[in-house]
């Protein structure tokens, strides 16, 4: 099936610092859609994204959808311990219910 | 929190016995999921409901099963756990068939032995 890239696996980062990662793939999305996962609980969205070249901001979070709809970013500026977690990015294809999920990017902020 | 509830949270099962996990809500949403979520592989859908008695197979339907004979129980079904079928299996639930509107349950552990 369609494959979705996330980079990077983990990141080590101390509080304050920005952070990024990203998606890439070789099929073309409709929807891209960012998650947090907590331990021991389901994921939460962040960010929904709709059309390409789309740049959207959930707080200290901002997300854009690639130009070429094939890839997405998501940036966390000045990260607090809470921020800790993981990450994924799910794309959405032409069928409403077939969904394909990154396999995330494991966050550590140390305080 | 969105009322999803998943029944066992936790299972240690033997190799050739059926299991049956239970996703329950309380908000009346059409759309129920059911994901497996494995190291190096994200979330993969399994199987999904888009109404009562009305159900479809997901990327990694083999050996599941599922039935939804009221709108808030999704039922999925190993009919002979296997080893490869040790996971994390999340159900999720959404109002709308586009899956932005989606809620995860907390998520059931099975080992399958």
């Known amino acids: 099936g369609q494959q979705l890239n996330q980079s990077p696996q983990s990141m080590f980062i101390q509080e304050g610092e920005d952070v990024s990662m990203n998606c890439t793939s070789s099929s073309i999305f409709n929807t891209w859609l960012w998650y947090k996962q907590e331990p021991g609980e389901g994921p939460v969205l962040l960010i929904a994204?709709?059309?390409?070249?789309e740049l959207t901001s959930n707080g200290r979070l901002t997300a854009q959808f690639g130009i070429t709809r094939k890839d997405s970013f998501l940036n966390i500026s000045a990260s607090i311990p809470s921020d800790v977690g993981i990450y994924f990015c799910?794309?959405?294809?032409?069928?409403?219910?077939?969904?394909?999920f990154g396999a995330g990017t494991r966050l550590t902020v140390k305080p | 929190d969105a009322g999803i509830t998943q029944s066992p949270r936790h299972k240690v099962t033997e190799t050739g016995t059926p299991v049956t996990l239970r996703c329950h809500q309380t908000e009346n949403h059409r759309y129920m999921y059911w994901y497996r979520q494995d190291p190096g592989h994200g979330l993969r859908l399994i199987h999904y409901?888009?109404?009562?008695?009305?159900?479809d197979k997901g990327e990694v339907s083999d050996g599941y099963s599922v039935s939804r004979s009221k709108t808030e129980d999704f039922l999925l079904t190993l009919e002979s756990a296997t080893s490869s079928q040790t996971s994390v299996y999340f159900c999720a639930i959404s109002l709308l068939a586009t899956q932005e509107t989606q809620y995860f349950g907390p998520g059931t552990r099975l080992l399958v032995l």
């Open positions: 799910a794309g959405q294809l032409g069928n409403n219910n077939d969904m394909r």
């Open positions: 994204l709709y059309k390409a070249g």
């Open positions: 409901s888009y109404g009562v008695k009305d159900t």
